[in-house]
């Protein structure tokens, strides 16, 4: 049982260049999400997908498209890389626990755009 | 203003100390409440969810005031291990949550 992965785990890209974050999730959970985060402060919500074959945006979905391959798979897709989506992308899916609802997030792609 | 607003600290304190960190949410329709504790360089994983009567998991007890719209986390008998940020987390609907930006500790022996 892997949890939540992602890959790549470091990625360089130049200004314009496009590229896929993939993110797969072993629990069997219906609802998974993407998020950014940049120095210092908290995650913000890009796109999340509620089960199977629906997505929804979040908070700052601008420059980004996703896709529910499956109910394992969420990708995240930059199609032009600008220097502000330099950042740090968690991945992570909704289930419960011995303590409630609860996020599992994957260990998170460290993204640089130059 | 913010959804979900944090001390972002640091808050420096000694092994054995007492420590409360407190989170205020704008959205009065909010339905879910949580604490994830997030190391350097790592993902976050939850620590606690929060509940109306409040509760307590070891060293760690959160409360939750509906009426003044805030969150609270006091970790007791602090150890160095505690060092980390801690994220407030607020969910409203479908499955869609805020974080506050956090909280960082740092414990020192």
């Known amino acids: 049982n892997a949890g939540v992965t992602q890959t790549p785990k470091f990625q360089v890209l130049k200004t314009g260049q496009s590229m896929t974050l993939q993110c797969a999730q072993d629990?069997?959970?219906?609802?998974m999400y993407w998020y950014r985060q940049d120095p210092g402060m908290g995650l913000r919500l890009i796109y999340y997908?509620?089960?199977?074959?629906?997505?929804d945006k979040g908070e700052v979905p601008n420059g980004y498209n996703v896709s529910r391959l499956n109910k394992r798979e969420f990708s995240l897709r930059l199609e032009s890389a600008a220097p502000s989506q330099t950042s740090v992308y968690f991945c992570?899916?909704?289930?419960?626990?011995?303590?409630?609802?609860?996020?599992?997030f994957g260990p998170g792609t460290r993204l640089t755009v130059l | 203003r913010k959804e979900v607003e944090q001390d972002p600290g640091p808050f420096n304190v000694p092994e054995g100390a007492t420590v409360a960190f407190n989170c205020t949410y704008s959205?009065?329709?909010?339905?879910?409440f949580f604490w994830y504790r997030q190391d350097c360089r790592k993902e976050p994983k939850l620590l606690m969810s929060?509940?109306?009567s409040g509760n307590e998991d070891g060293r760690f007890t959160a409360q939750l005031n509906r009426a003044s719209q805030y969150i609270s986390l006091l970790i007791r008998d602090s150890k160095l291990s505690d060092s980390a940020t801690y994220l407030c987390?607020?969910?409203?609907?479908?499955?869609?949550?805020?974080f506050g930006d956090g909280t960082t500790l740092t414990v020192k022996p």
């Open positions: 992570a899916s909704r289930g419960t626990s011995g303590r409630g609802d609860t996020q599992y």
């Open positions: 629990m069997n959970h219906n609802s």
């Open positions: 997908s509620a089960s199977e074959g629906t997505t």
């Open positions: 959205n009065s329709a909010s339905q879910s």
């Open positions: 929060v509940y109306s």
């Open positions: 987390v607020v969910g409203a609907n479908a499955g869609k949550s805020t």
